[in-house]
DNA sequence: ATGCCGACCCTGGGTCGA
């Protein structure tokens, strides 16, 4: 099963490009984040067309996450827990063909000196307790895709030194990321390209980010024991990244076997 | 250079993303 992650910045913007992605790389199940439309909104009956059903998390203009699945969505859950007063539509989950997976649109955190910074915290503090205490729990196929919005290591980032000090970068981040790993979530791109580096999923539209080949590495797909076991291939697919009118980042892909 | 681009809001400029 190909399970893709893919953070569109606006469904209503972006639509023609995810259309002709979707034909394209014929993902059994895609993540996507940053829809910047409410439910009401969500282009459905385009994304069925292509025989594709949508369980959507929305919320006007900021945030908003989807499930599309060429298979029936299961058990679908809205939402972070842990904060009953967080309103922002960043996390959904659901299960296909007996693998649970979510699409999440983890806080960016800048600045680092304002309370962005540890909203996000607080929010991986969050996905940490729910993977540990939910999720893992089941020892079902988890597969836990979306815009982490972190930068695992130096070599995911173009001028590293620049970045430092960066919520994406930041140790109080990257601690929380790897508290993750610690539970026994494989990064599925890592896992299969160890010795890879400056292989990006982002790249700024200002200045030329795109044609430098000056990206960050920031979407992700973690992945439990059970769907590890089962991971077959893992890519960044950079095609979309270089088409008209396109999102600032590129999905990302896993083959389930 | 420190939002340069591109999206959102609901009227032309403010806010936000990473």
Redo the contacts with the bound molecule.
């Keep these: 099963m190909k399970i893709a992650t893919f953070?569109v910045?606006?469904?209503?913007?972006?639509l023609p490009r995810v259309l002709e992605w979707l034909e394209e790389a014929q993902p059994d199940v895609a993540l996507l984040?940053?829809l910047?439309?409410?439910d009401a909104?969500f282009p459905a009956l385009e994304i069925s067309s292509l025989g594709y059903e949508a369980a959507v998390h929305g919320q006007?203009?900021?945030?908003g996450v989807a499930i599309l699945s060429k298979h029936p969505i299961e058990d679908v859950f809205r939402g972070l827990p842990g904060d009953p007063e967080d309103e922002q539509a960043r996390y959904i989950e659901g299960t296909i063909r007996g693998i649970r997976v979510a699409s999440i649109?983890?806080?960016?955190?800048?600045?680092v000196d304002g309370p962005?910074f540890p909203y996000k915290l607080a929010w991986m503090d969050r996905l940490v307790a729910h993977i540990r205490d939910t999720l893992l729990p089941t020892e079902q196929p988890l597969v836990l895709g979306g815009?982490y919005?972190l930068v695992p290591g130096d070599d995911d980032v173009y001028d590293p030194a620049?970045w430092a000090d960066?919520?994406?970068c930041k140790p109080e981040s990257r601690a929380r990321f790897r508290a993750m790993l610690n539970l026994g979530l494989t990064e599925a791109w890592k896992a299969l390209h160890p010795n890879a580096a400056h292989q990006y999923s982002?790249w700024?539209?200002?200045?030329?980010r795109w044609q430098k080949d000056e990206?960050?590495r920031?979407d992700h797909l973690l992945l439990s024991p059970q769907a590890a076991d089962r991971l077959a291939a893992c890519e960044i697919d950079k095609t979309p990244r270089g088409k008209e009118?396109?999102?600032?980042?590129t999905p990302v892909w896993c083959e389930i076997a």
């Design positions: 953070n910045n606006s469904i209503k913007a972006r984040q940053e910047k439309c409410q909104d006007k203009t900021y945030n649109y983890l806080p960016n955190g800048n600045p962005k815009d919005n620049k960066d919520a994406l982002y700024d539209y200002v200045q030329g990206g960050v920031i009118k396109p999102s600032d980042h």
